[in-house]
Each structure stands twice: as structure tokens, then as C-alpha cells.
């Protein structure tokens, strides 16, 4: 939570998915389908490069109480709603 979005450009923040995901993949086997950003940090290029990298959704945004499609350059994106991402 000490590396902001915000403050890298669009491929520092691919890496960021390569990087995380890879290490989730690696430790438990299984792959991630959504994440908070780190500190609920986002760019412009966010919700492109996390559909790229194979998420389904994501929950930094606080813009409704429903999950919500979001328009992506390629594949599909859920803005999951930050409180219930978190139910079992």
C-alpha cells in the first residue's frame, strides 16, 4: 500500500498486475479474479490494464451499491461495490 497507482506511468502499472498476480499465483495456486487497488489508488489506464491482465473485477471505486460494468478496451470489468467485495 506503499507504491501508488498514481504515480506510475502505463507500463510500471501493467508490471504491477504481472507482478502481483504472478506472486498470488505462485503462493496459493490459484488465480485472482478482482483486487483493491493498492491504497484504492487508480489511473486512467486502470480498469483497461486490470481487464487486460485477466481480472473480472475490481473494488476501489465507491460509485454505487451494485456491481457495475465497466467500459474496457478489451475483455469485461465489475466495479464490485468496496463494501461487499468484502462478504464471504
Known sequence: NTRYLFEQSEEEEREFYRDTLG???SITGK???GM?????TTTVNTPDLMAEAGLLYHADWLNDDQPTPVSVRSGKLISMPY???HKG
Open 36 to 40: 483493491l487497488g493498492p491504497a484504492l
Open 31 to 33: 488465480d485472482c479474479k
Open 83 to 85: 463494501a461487499n467485495s
Open 23 to 25: 506472486t498470488i499465483k
